[in-house]
């Protein structure tokens, strides 16, 4: 079956310094998998996605994440954090559903704050 | 671009009481989608519809139900509301092609407490 760990339930980082975001996938086939992330009281939005093309995936907003099938991770990326970046962020897979229909494994979401 | 709709943003009902969730969306999706959100739990699928009329349950559909009369349109309904469904309920699109699914589009969210 598939899964996501998301290996940080809370991540703390100065504005200006790197982000860092880890997610491990478990998958008995080759994954596809997303990054949303919600910023508060707002709906989930897709920073990027990530489905057996280039095994770097370049997102919105200066996000990026690396698909490491020998480490059965997609961890999330940025160089430089910026005060609005500050949001939850969930790593998911995707899976097969009854009937042959994909459907969406959330992981529990990792809070990113960003200080001054 | 896409738009999903959420009929309210908080909802305050008491235990007992049957609640209509709706979500509208714009882009002609075929598929729709009711998850509920709690911390630390992430996002839980509690139904799925494929198409008109079509419905599948998802990891927790116990307690809920669901209504697709119209493709753009998907209701979840709580038969009898109970505290332990005060959450947040989030409403998802998306497209398909040949059952498979592509990325999912999210409404705001409806905040219901259940006293």
């Known amino acids: 079956a598939q899964s996501v760990t998301q290996l940080d339930s809370h991540v703390s980082v100065s504005e200006g310094t790197p982000v860092l975001l880890r997610c491990n996938y478990s998958?008995?086939?080759?994954?596809?998998l997303f990054w949303y992330v919600q910023h508060p009281n707002k709906g989930l939005q897709l920073l990027l996605k990530?489905?057996?093309?280039?095994?770097l995936v370049k997102g919105i907003n200066g996000f990026e994440a690396e698909f490491k099938k020998s480490e059965t991770s997609f961890h999330l990326t940025k160089p430089s954090a910026h005060m609005s970046d500050a949001a939850e962020y969930f790593c998911v897979v995707i899976t097969m559903f009854s009937g042959g229909y994909n459907k969406l494994i959330f992981g529990a979401g990792t809070r990113l704050a960003v200080h001054p | 671009d896409v738009k999903v709709t959420q009929s309210s943003r908080y909802l305050v009902k008491r235990t007992g009481e049957k609640v209509f969730l709706e979500c509208v969306q714009d882009?002609?999706?075929?598929?729709m989608f009711w998850y509920r959100q709690d911390p630390g739990l992430g996002l839980r699928l509690i139904y799925f519809s494929y198409d008109v009329k079509m419905k599948e349950k998802g990891d927790i559909p116990e307690g809920y139900s669901v209504s697709r009369e119209k493709k753009e349109r998907f209701s979840l309904i709580l038969e009898s509301a109970s505290t332990n469904q005060t959450s947040m309920y989030l409403c998802a699109s998306s497209f398909s092609l040949a059952g498979l699914s592509y990325e999912q589009y999210f409404g705001p969210g409806t905040r219901l407490t259940v006293t």
């Open positions: 882009m002609d999706h075929e598929n």
């Open positions: 990530y489905t057996s093309a280039a095994t």
């Open positions: 998958s008995s086939y080759s994954p596809s």
